[in-house]
């Protein structure tokens, strides 16, 4: 699989420009087989550093590289995937603090995803 589209690659360079800005996450990776998570909501002009939000056991703000995550090999010939169905929904500093109280990005993600369907029948 493809991590980055040319489409998410030019929203993440966008968003890396305005490094100031509480960014919604562009796209989510994820290990199929087990722990780790990451949300990306920037990518630097080196077209290898994110930014954003990551979980291999304990969710944190920070950089990590494109490169070791197309690189890591996984049983079964898998590696690491992007999510193709992944909305932010929220700004990065909202994933963080849900995820930080949940323990996890996976728990936040439903955390969020069901305040996301309450605003919208609320609204």
Do not use: C, Y
């Given at each position: 699989?493809?991590l980055?589209?040319?489409?998410l690659?030019a929203q993440?360079?966008?968003?890396g420009?305005?490094?100031d800005?509480?960014?919604?996450p562009?796209v989510?990776?994820?290990n199929?087989?087990g722990?780790?998570?990451?949300?990306?909501?920037?990518?630097?002009?080196?077209?290898?550093?994110?930014?954003?939000?990551?979980?291999?056991?304990?969710p944190e703000?920070?950089s990590?590289?494109?490169?070791?995550?197309?690189?890591?090999?996984?049983p079964?010939?898998?590696?690491?995937?992007?999510?193709?169905?992944?909305?932010?929904?929220?700004?990065?500093?909202?994933?963080?603090e849900?995820?930080?109280?949940?323990?996890?990005?996976r728990?936040?993600?439903?955390?969020?995803?069901?305040?996301?369907?309450?605003?919208?029948?609320?609204?």
């Amino acid at each position: 699989m493809i991590l980055l589209t040319p489409e998410l690659r030019a929203q993440l360079i966008a968003n890396g420009r305005e490094r100031d800005a509480d960014h919604v996450p562009v796209v989510k990776f994820f290990n199929p087989l087990g722990e780790g998570v990451w949300l990306a909501t920037e990518l630097d002009e080196d077209g290898d550093t994110l930014f954003g939000l990551a979980d291999l056991g304990e969710p944190e703000l920070g950089s990590f590289s494109l490169a070791e995550m197309v690189a890591v090999r996984l049983p079964l010939g898998l590696g690491i995937e992007r999510d193709i169905l992944f909305d932010g929904l929220f700004p990065i500093s909202v994933w963080a603090e849900a995820a930080h109280r949940t323990g996890s990005i996976r728990d936040a993600e439903r955390v969020l995803q069901a305040v996301h369907r309450t605003q919208r029948r609320d609204a």
